[in-house]
């Protein structure tokens, strides 16, 4: 039996070693980036952050709420092609820039994505989506949908080992998303026992990607803006979040009324809520991996993505990082056994 004895950490393991600074303010901090993609050629500059592809996050109305702050939005899969070609034909390249197609890996979904890219120029990125990176059968779709479309942007995952992206994005991907079991309604660690710590994964993977010219998304295990520039600072080139921005009225999930409050409910894309409303049920060789939650309705988005961006430049000036591309180098991180102080709860 081999057991690796290096120790990996999650974000709640470190923070951030304050270090000397010219900025004098957050405000002189840059939070876009411009990437030049590998295999497609193709440039996008914008904000990293992705709101993530399930139901009740990635919706078009997110996409067109975050776009106004160049921030992506990866469309869930359960739009019709009709409904698609509604969003396309009322928004502009501003809006349809920053959206991702997400698919997974059967004919159907092949030819769904070609039906939807079919509609317009102005969509660049697909995002290809399993929950177990490792099978064969992602490699062979990546090759398969990198033919097919040899100048869009292909993301995709989701792996937290340096040999798969490796893997990945010499089968075509120009990003891999990254994370197994850190999301906040995944229950994968516990019904599977598999997993990596979502901060080593991504230090890892980055290591990994960008050595072959190939960039990640950090996908999962961000509770608070602080985690967000964790994943940055750790190497990751877009973070992707679910939780952090459910239960806004852009991520048009079921709102429900209990004892006069209003709540909305969030559900992992494998929960059994998931696949009763998407697949008529749990299959019978098959667990749910993913929880549904209730939570306090927070009306629009907008207050929280200004927060989760503010407390990003913020952890730039702490750093002295005048532009999100040189917090990684900036970075350092220590090794902590607590994090916030919760004596008033
Ligand atoms: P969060 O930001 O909420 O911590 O994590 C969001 C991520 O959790 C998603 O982007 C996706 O990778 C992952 N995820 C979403 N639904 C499920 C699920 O049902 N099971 C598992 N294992 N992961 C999920």
């Given amino acids: 039996m081999r057991i690796e004895q290096d120790l990996k950490l999650g974000f709640k393991d470190v923070l951030f070693r304050p270090k000397r600074s010219t900025l004098k303010s957050r405000s002189q901090v840059d939070l876009t980036r411009d990437f030049t993609f590998k295999h497609s050629g193709r440039q996008w500059s914008g904000v990293p952050i992705i709101a993530a592809n399930m139901d009740s996050v990635g919706s078009f109305d997110m996409a067109i709420a975050l776009s106004q702050h160049k921030v992506m939005t990866a469309i869930h899969k359960h739009y019709t092609v009709e409904q698609w070609a509604e969003f396309i034909n009322t928004n502009d390249a501003s809006v349809l820039n920053n959206v991702m197609v997400s698919t997974g890996t059967s004919d159907a979904d092949f030819q769904k994505t070609k039906d939807i890219m079919a509609l317009t120029?102005?969509?660049?990125?697909?995002?290809?989506?399993?929950?177990?990176?490792?099978?064969?059968?992602?490699?062979?779709?990546?090759?398969?949908?990198?033919?097919?479309?040899?100048?869009?942007?292909?993301?995709?995952?989701?792996?937290?080992?340096?040999?798969?992206?490796?893997?990945?994005?010499?089968?075509?991907?120009?990003?891999?998303?990254?994370?197994?079991?850190?999301?906040?309604?995944c229950t994968t660690r516990v019904k599977t026992g598999v997993g990596y710590p979502q901060l080593s994964a991504i230090i890892e993977c980055a290591d990994a990607a960008h050595g072959l010219g190939g960039r990640i998304i950090g996908d999962g295990g961000c509770s608070c803006a602080g985690d967000v520039a964790k994943a940055f600072g750790g190497g990751a080139d877009f973070v992707m979040l679910g939780g952090m921005l459910a239960g806004h009225t852009e991520s048009?999930?079921?709102?429900?009324?209990?004892?006069?409050?209003?709540?909305?409910?969030?559900?992992?894309?494998?929960?059994?809520?998931?696949m009763d409303k998407h697949s008529g049920g749990v299959a019978t060789y098959r667990a749910a991996e993913g929880k549904?939650?209730?939570?306090?309705?927070?009306?629009?988005?907008?207050?929280?993505?200004?927060?989760?961006?503010?407390?990003?430049?913020?952890t730039c000036t702490y750093v002295g990082a005048a532009q999100l591309k040189e917090l990684t180098k900036r970075a350092t991180f220590i090794r902590v056994q607590e994090q916030e102080n919760n004596v008033y709860g």
């Fill in 252 to 274: 048009n999930g079921e709102v429900i009324e209990q004892d006069g409050k209003q709540f909305m409910k969030f559900y992992g894309m494998s929960s059994q809520s998931a």
């Fill in 292 to 314: 549904t939650v209730l939570l306090p309705y927070r009306g629009s988005v907008e207050h929280t993505i200004q927060d989760i961006m503010g407390g990003v430049r913020s």
């Fill in 121 to 185: 120029n102005d969509i660049i990125f697909i995002c290809i989506d399993i929950a177990n990176g490792y099978s064969e059968h992602l490699v062979e779709y990546v090759e398969r949908v990198r033919a097919e479309f040899p100048d869009k942007v292909i993301s995709a995952g989701n792996v937290v080992t340096g040999d798969m992206v490796e893997e990945l994005i010499l089968a075509g991907a120009d990003i891999v998303k990254v994370g197994i079991g850190p999301g906040s309604v």
